[in-house]
């Protein structure tokens, strides 16, 4: 009987695990159990009550430990001491989640020709003239802050144009983009946009696998939300979210890392973007302001008067906000 039982039981593993992959761990953990339960049923059947006992506890720590908070409709989770959270946070966070850095796949890059193909500029509104204005309004849509605390209003709505395939981006930013990426182009620098709109549900997506990933290692939950939310951008809290902000790399260099800051094109963009409403949002030297490290690549549509003076005085879109 027993006999019969161990060797249908091991058929049965060998038959899950030739399959590879998952299969093959669950056929190896049925089989450490079998055996396990097989040799203690045959030593000391208190033994077994015991060892299921000491298996109950590790599953309900295991559920304990990935337990998730209650999430609100705008994707915020009710976590009582999120401003503590916010609050140890070190200034080294780390705008978005790049497992890969380096960007390579086709369907993920735009550049100008891109553009021009695929955006019918002259049915948008183009760029504003420069210092024709100057009364900023705090509640002008170019100028909306996003940053950990200062989540996506509720209410907040945009069309999304298509930059190429299912590459967007708020499509009032389309013809400045184009028009920044002509002018480069004519100086010899070629950019392409490697990462526009997110939406809310792959950032989403990014933070929980992040969070996984902490507790899986062993972190209760609210380590993992902490050191999560300085390597990937709280849901509801990034940029990229309201089709405003562009990562921008360059052909001869796809990695979304500082090294682009020192390439032509970073060097580039840093210095004119703001002739087209685009600021370096996350410059070196601010991470205490901004709460996000140097990101070379990550650039924001807030207009030209306002990126001009945000430029000219070197400030950051939080700095120039507070002054209004
Ligand atoms: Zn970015």
């Not at 209650?70 to 200034?91: C, H, P, Q, R, T």
């Not at 302001?289 to 070379?296: A, K, L, Q, S, V």
Request: hydrophobic residues 35%; proline residues 2%.
């Amino acid at each position: 009987m027993r006999e019969n039982t161990r060797n249908k039981l091991t058929a049965y593993c060998k038959k899950i695990a030739s399959k590879g992959g998952i299969r093959l761990k669950i056929a190896q953990l049925i089989m450490v159990v079998y055996i396990v339960v097989d040799k203690l049923l045959f030593i000391n059947r208190y033994a077994i009550a015991r060892v299921c006992c000491a298996f109950l506890i590790i599953l309900t720590f295991l559920s304990e430990a990935s337990f998730t908070p209650m999430k609100f409709d705008d994707g915020s989770y009710d976590i009582d001491n999120y401003e503590e959270l916010v609050k140890l946070d070190s200034a080294e966070s780390q705008e978005e989640e790049y497992l890969i850095t380096e960007v390579t796949n086709e369907e993920d890059i735009a550049n100008l020709d891109d553009l021009v193909n695929n955006v019918d500029v002259d049915d948008l509104n183009g760029t504003e003239g420069v210092g024709v204005k100057k009364d900023f309004d705090k509640n002008d849509w170019k100028l909306l802050l996003v940053n950990k605390t200062h989540t996506i209003p509720d209410d907040y709505t945009f069309t999304l144009g298509v930059i190429k395939g299912s590459m967007k981006c708020d499509e009032r930013i389309l013809k400045p983009l184009t028009e920044m990426f002509e002018a480069a182009a004519k100086e010899g620098v070629n950019l392409t946009v490697v990462s526009p709109y997110r939406d809310l549900s792959r950032q989403e997506y990014l933070f929980e696998r992040k969070m996984k990933n902490y507790i899986n290692m062993g972190y209760s939950y609210i380590e993992a939300y902490k050191v999560s939310s300085q390597a990937v951008t709280v849901p509801g809290a990034s940029e990229h979210q309201i089709g405003l902000s562009l990562d921008i790399l360059c052909d001869t260099y796809k990695n979304l890392d500082e090294g682009f800051g020192d390439t032509k094109e970073g060097e580039w963009m840093a210095q004119n973007s703001y002739k087209y409403g685009f600021i370096l949002r996350y410059p070196s030297g601010k991470e205490d302001i901004t709460g996000i490290m140097y990101e070379p690549w990550h650039f924001r549509y807030v207009g030209i008067d306002a990126a001009t003076e945000i430029f000219e005085n070197n400030e950051t879109l939080e700095e120039f906000i507070e002054r209004l």
